[in-house]
């Protein structure tokens, strides 16, 4: 692909997002860094929609050698991944249970031009805002952490209606804008500070540490060991 083919397709690609995508904050990369080099995420999105929308499964090598046309040093090309997820473009990545392409893991393909990346969120970062409609909209009005949706009957106690209600990512810290997820009233009850979570409503690591003696007594002794080795044995009250 000639300097003449991206950017074709570059403008193409532009044309959708200006007319479908960006409304939905999907993020369009610049063609062009500061040096007037072609821009790795353009590249890679231009490759991508070769023959759109007739577009072809394309493998993480294939992509990488492309880009080492243009950057000698890439050892291992990301782009793709980044995309979808984190700038809204619906690029089906193989191995990750996608609904609408059957593709093997290690390989992408652009699936539409015309809508974002599903559950991509919208309008203000969560991390920009304190709104709690705002925030809920981002979620799709769903639990982040199991899924149910608000005034829906909840996933796993099917006579109840979901009340979507503000939850901590940190009980440590203020309910306050980038600290703000909405999770069940089931949810939020269950373990409302024994957790962090991130922006998936996923449990990353433990609020409360004296959570730790509810353990059973195989996990308390790993932990044990691992701390023991992490501070060499010394006594945590010295």
């Known amino acids: 692909m000639n300097k003449k083919d991206i950017e074709k397709l ?3 690609i532009s044309e959708f997002h200006n007319k479908y995508l960006k409304q939905y ?3 369009l990369p610049r063609l062009f860094d500061k040096d007037g080099n072609y821009t790795k995420d353009a590249l890679v999105l231009c490759y991508l929609a ?5 577009t072809k499964i394309v493998s993480k090598e294939e992509l990488t050698k492309f880009i080492k046309s243009f950057y000698p040093d890439t050892n ?5 991944r980044h995309l979808g997820a984190q700038s809204g473009w619906w690029i089906v990545a193989g191995g990750r249970d ?10 992408y393909q652009l699936y539409t031009l015309e809508q974002p990346y599903p559950n991509f969120t919208k309008g203000h970062r969560i991390e920009d805002t304190d709104d709690f409609e705002q925030i809920k909209a981002n979620y799709n009005f769903r639990c982040a952490t199991c899924g149910s949706q608000e005034g829906k009957p909840h996933y796993h106690w099917t006579g109840t209606k979901t009340i979507l209600q503000k939850s901590h990512k940190d009980p440590n810290k203020p309910l306050i804008s980038g600290n703000i ?5 089931k949810c939020n009850r269950a373990d409302r500070n024994r957790w962090v ?9 433990l609020a409360d540490a004296s959570f730790v003696r509810s353990f059973d007594a195989d996990v308390k002794e790993k932990i044990y060991k691992i701390l023991y080795n992490e501070y060499k044995g010394k006594n945590p009250n010295e």
């Open 10 to 12: 570059y403008k193409i």
């Open 25 to 27: 904050a999907v993020k």
């Open 50 to 54: 070769i023959g759109y929308p007739n």
């Open 76 to 80: 291992d090309v990301q782009q793709a």
């Open 98 to 107: 996608n609904i609408v392409l059957n593709i093997k893991r290690g390989e």
């Open 181 to 185: 997820i909405p999770q069940c009233q």
């Open 197 to 205: 979570y991130d922006d998936k409503g996923r449990v990353i690591k």
